[in-house]
């Protein structure tokens, strides 16, 4: 973890918890969630110190935690973790229905998918309000407090009410959706109403900036939005609205990737799915409808038929880790998933060959970076996503720069990552000839632009968003006097 010049007590606020511990034959397993903001916060609480407040979610988290409280790590704390217990009904309306049937589809446009109901949305309101009581308790007067994202959208003002002397941050990780879309959600009005209440709100790009303050500005007529410094005065209060795009730790993952381990798994990948001139490519994502994979499928149907000269030279592992599976959608999605790849394979495989392989499962970190390392090209083709960092770790693992990463252009990272071949998941044909174009480049073309790609990552890693975001919240927090 790189020095930080932050200094305040830091409170993390979290819908999922950085740490699980979950009862098994073997006794209790603390099992570490995966992801870029656990990335880049738990070592910087654990050299800091501080507090991360989370919905305790595993089936010994009460076991570990006496009182609510549970030091990370056990056996030399360094941050104390305070876990929220929710009720099964809490989880139903807070998360399952009004965040990840309502909030989550909306965001990413895909409207014809989201439901909203009242009663979802009173759970969701009274389980934001248990975390901002949780933050009131535990939080110092000079505490810089650092909320994320959907689930917890009422959260800063819900906290400001109750402690108006805290400076928070929140940030808004997935996509924000334009105001046209915005307002097909009921309580549109009370979710930039409880955002307003942090003093430094970030977002992954500027569009989505921009299309923020538009929702203010088009929402409450009386509040003057300055477009020229990213402001809203709101309450007698400064909320600096900034695009703080996420990252991840590129030096990591390029230490991973060198190590023998990840060096032996790789060159046995590639003797494997990438011998004899054969060319390996890789996805990796959620089973989530936003993420493009039936699209996807149909654009590789489309590859195989129109050059079928790389029927046979071309092996494409998929990734897809089932999610939310108490959500009817995602089940059905899964299943769509596997029948299309069956369908596929049936269409263009041999008795030697299938075009393509499916994981079904979480893939730990070493031999995901090893996967990375050894493919000639990687898929991201995301119908919407905030950012998308598996395109960067594709991009991080990729030490001998032989890889392809062709992204989507409306994926946050394509912003960042402009030296990928951008495809459209909603273009069959075009994805497929870029994908041919991938395969045809020469190796001082792939090694050029992946370099560039890396070079941008190292200039913007994980370490840098998290630093940029508290120094403009310790900023903004001295620009008033709080009663």
């Given at each position: 973890m790189e020095d930080t010049p932050i200094t305040r007590p830091l409170v993390v606020v979290t819908n999922r918890e950085p740490y699980v511990d979950e009862r098994t034959r073997r006794g209790i397993r603390v099992l570490p969630n995966a992801g870029g903001v656990v990335s880049a916060l738990d070592p910087l609480l654990r050299k800091m110190g501080g507090d991360w407040v989370a919905w305790g979610s595993g089936s010994a988290d009460r076991q570990t935690a006496p009182g609510g409280i549970r030091p990370v790590p056990l056996k030399d704390p360094r941050y104390r973790l305070h876990r929220i217990y929710l009720s099964p009904d809490e989880v139903q309306g807070y998360y399952n229905r009004y965040a990840n049937q309502g909030l989550w589809p909306l965001s990413h446009m895909l409207i014809e998918r989201a439901r909203f109901s009242r009663q979802a949305w009173s759970v969701y309101r009274s389980v934001n309000l248990k975390f901002a009581r949780k933050v009131a308790r535990e939080g110092a007067a000079d505490a810089l407090i650092f909320s994320h994202d959907y689930q917890l959208a009422l959260f800063p003002s819900l906290l400001r009410q109750l402690r108006p002397e805290l400076a928070i941050a929140h940030f808004w990780h997935i996509p924000w959706p334009t105001?046209?879309?915005?307002?097909?959600?009921?309580?549109?009005?009370?979710?930039?109403?409880?955002?307003?209440?942090?003093?430094?709100?970030?977002?992954?790009?500027?569009?989505?900036?921009?299309a923020f303050l538009t929702s203010v500005e088009r929402t409450f007529r009386h509040v003057l939005v300055d477009r020229t410094t990213q402001q809203v005065q709101w309450q007698g209060r400064t909320v600096q609205v900034t695009a703080f795009p996420i990252s991840v730790d590129i030096e990591e993952i390029e230490r991973l990737a060198q190590s023998p381990r990840v060096t032996r798994?790789?060159?046995?990948?590639?003797?494997?799915?990438?011998?004899?001139?054969?060319?390996?490519?890789?996805?990796?994502?959620?089973?989530?409808?936003?993420?493009?994979?039936?699209?996807?499928?149909?654009?590789?149907?489309?590859?195989?038929?129109?050059?079928?000269?790389?029927?046979?030279?071309?092996?494409?592992?998929?990734?897809?880790?089932?999610?939310?599976?108490?959500?009817?959608?995602?089940?059905?999605?899964?299943?769509?998933?596997?029948?299309?790849?069956?369908?596929?394979?049936?269409?263009?495989?041999?008795?030697?060959?299938?075009?393509?392989?499916?994981?079904?499962r979480s893939v730990d970190?070493?031999?995901?970076?090893?996967?990375?390392?050894?493919?000639?090209?990687?898929?991201?083709?995301?119908?919407?996503?905030?950012?998308?960092?598996?395109?960067k770790e594709f991009v991080s693992s990729q030490i001998e720069g032989r890889g392809v990463l062709l992204l989507s252009e409306t994926a946050g990272a394509s912003q960042e990552l402009d030296a990928a071949l951008s495809v459209n998941p909603w273009d069959p044909e075009g994805f497929a000839a870029t994908l041919e174009q991938a395969l045809s480049l020469p190796a001082e073309e792939r090694i050029r632009r992946m370099q560039a790609m890396q070079k941008q990552i190292h200039g913007h890693t994980l370490f840098d968003w998290v630093t940029a975001i508290l120094i403009a919240l310790e900023a903004a927090s001295e620009h008033y006097v709080r009663t």
């Open positions: 105001f046209t879309v915005l307002r097909l959600c009921p309580q549109y009005q009370e979710i930039l109403r409880g955002l307003l209440g942090a003093d430094v709100l970030g977002f992954q790009t500027d569009d989505d900036v921009e798994f790789a060159h046995g990948i590639r003797r494997r799915l990438a011998s004899g001139g054969q060319q390996l490519g890789i996805s990796v994502e959620r089973a989530d409808y936003t993420k493009g994979i039936i699209p996807r499928l149909e654009a590789l149907r489309e590859f195989f038929t129109r050059y079928p000269h790389r029927r046979g030279q071309v092996n494409f592992l998929q990734i897809v880790v089932p999610t939310r599976s108490e959500v009817n959608a995602y089940r059905t999605l899964f299943r769509q998933v596997e029948e299309e790849t069956e369908r596929l394979n049936r269409e263009f495989g041999t008795a030697d060959w299938k075009p393509v392989l499916t994981v079904r970190r070493t031999r995901l970076t090893g996967l990375f390392r050894a493919a000639d090209f990687a898929l991201v083709s995301s119908l919407f996503d905030g950012m998308n960092l598996v395109a």
